[in-house]
Nanobody, 128 residues
Framework: QVQLVESGGGLVQAGGSLRLSCAAS????????MGWFRQAPGKEREFVAAVSYGGSSTYYSDSVKGRFTISRDNAKNTVYLQMNSLKPEDTAVYYC?????????????????????WGQGTQVTVSS
């Protein structure tokens, strides 16, 4: 059974930084692309960032590009999201997710339907 456990959320002032972590267990972590998504109240879940199974390729939404950095440590079965220059509009519940296909880095990498396991979410609140 796959488990994804996020940590690192919290309350921060605009312009500040947070680092989210997601610890994975249950299947061979290094075979799967990992993603971060977020969902604000009243809005749909949206793609934030993804990192390929080996860590060599990263993908970002336009809204976070240049401010957020996704990375992974396959030895620790953990994926990270470093968030800098945070804005109030970044306020949301952040979820990590594991891709449903081994070795996948295709065009669907930004789609929630391409991920089959999700963490419980961690709240990020950015005050103005």
């Amino acid at each position: 059974q796959v488990q994804l456990v996020e940590s690192g959320g919290g309350l921060v002032q605009a312009g500040g930084s947070l680092r989210l972590s997601c610890a994975a267990s249950g299947r061979t972590f290094s075979r799967y692309t990992m993603g971060w998504f977020r969902q604000a109240p009243g809005k749909e879940r949206e793609f934030v960032a993804a990192v390929s199974y080996g860590g060599s390729s990263t993908y970002y939404s336009d809204s976070v590009k240049g401010r957020f950095t996704i990375s992974r440590d396959n030895a620790k079965n953990t994926v990270y999201l470093q968030m800098n220059s945070l804005k109030p509009e970044d306020t949301a519940v952040y979820y990590c997710a594991q891709c449903n296909t081994v070795w996948y880095v295709g065009s669907g990498i930004r789609e929630p339907t391409k991920y089959d396991y999700w963490g419980q979410g961690t709240q990020v609140t950015v005050s103005s």
